[in-house]
């Protein structure tokens, strides 16, 4: 692995990164990906996309065969900068003879983190991931939901600069996906780098300041939402009457039908007003006319249909 020593203002700066495992298999064909400090950020992409292999870069679990880049602005790798972060993988285990505050206990003695901020952060969290009544009980007690609570817990023992959070509501009811999102919001609030990896697209477009798409191993896609969708606004008309006399005029001018429902894709009011007209002329009722900006969801399916999608260029570091 070659490593870059320069200084970022990146919380993580990924360049060209690559991973193949054997007999051929291209997890990671050339990733780059940028997450400015302090920000929320979703890594998202269909099963099979290299998502959990990044992650897993990040964190050292696995060794690309090819990375260039930084994160909080030290080499991949680097000791101290990994001591600065926070990780709940995938299908985490923790020791089910140890009880939910031993848990805690153990794992951010590992990161060295001293006894008693241990003891202050692990009661400070319990409460904050709604497991104080649970702190004595054995976690082979725990129902899923719990334990993944005592994960994101666990994850932020050693008061990360930077978290790593694969599938962080994984097993929670709506209720625990809103505690965890409103966690997520104070850690940002606090100046936490939070990365998160997840296939709840509605989550991600929830908390997330900026997003990554990840597919076939390559990023096809990297903005905010904002920027991702910019491209990706429709108006949809809603009406009553006889639409069949002008379908020609309306295919002429790229309206699709379903129903009682037009949608005209793009921002060009001129002829969102000019197809208004022709159905007034119609003689047709116009119940609603509404902007409507596609999802994440959406998104992620459009990406995916277009495999010959190539990655965005790097962007310009943050001043």
């Known amino acids: 692995m070659v490593e870059i020593t320069e200084m970022t203002n990146w919380a993580v700066d990924l360049i060209d990164v690559h991973k ?86 153990h794992f951010a003695a590992l990161a060295k983190v001293p006894r008693q901020r241990r003891r202050d952060n692990a009661a400070r969290l319990l409460d904050a991931v709604g497991l104080t009544s649970w702190a004595r009980t054995r976690v082979d007690k725990y129902s899923k939901g719990m334990l993944q609570r005592l994960g994101i817990a666990q994850a932020l023992m050693n008061d990360p600069e930077m978290v790593v959070l694969d599938e962080p509501t994984d097993g929670l009811d709506p209720v625990g996906r809103r505690d965890v999102r409103a966690l997520l919001q104070e850690l940002k609030d606090g100046g936490t780098t939070v990365f998160l990896n997840s296939h709840l697209l509605s989550e991600l477009e929830m908390v997330c300041d900026r997003v990554s798409i ?23 008309i809603t009406f009553s009457g006889d639409v069949e006399q002008i379908n020609e005029k309306l295919e002429v001018l790229g309206v699709k039908r379903e129903g009682s429902v037009l949608t005209l894709s793009g921002q060009d009011f001129d002829k969102v007003n000019r197809v208004i007209d022709i159905m007034r002329q119609a003689g047709l009722r116009i119940e609603s006319v509404e902007p409507h ?27």
């Open 20 to 105: 193949t495992y054997g007999r051929g298999i291209h997890a990671l064909r050339g990733v780059n990906v940028q997450v400015g400090k302090g920000e929320i950020f979703g890594l998202l992409g269909p099963n099979g996309a290299g998502k959990s292999t990044l992650v897993k870069i990040m964190m050292t679990v696995v060794r690309p065969s090819r990375a260039l880049g930084t994160l909080l602005g030290r080499p991949i790798g680097h000791r101290g900068k990994l001591a600065a972060m926070g990780y709940l993988p995938e299908d985490h285990r923790f020791p089910g003879y140890l009880n939910g505050a031993q848990v805690l206990d």
């Open 214 to 236: 990840l597919v076939d191993g390559l990023v096809a896609r990297q903005g905010t939402l904002a920027e991702l969708t910019e491209q990706t606004i429709e108006y949809r």
């Open 293 to 319: 900006r596609v999802s994440l969801e959406e998104i992620l399916v459009q990406v995916m249909e277009d495999q010959s999608s190539a990655p965005l260029a790097r962007p310009v570091q943050p001043s």
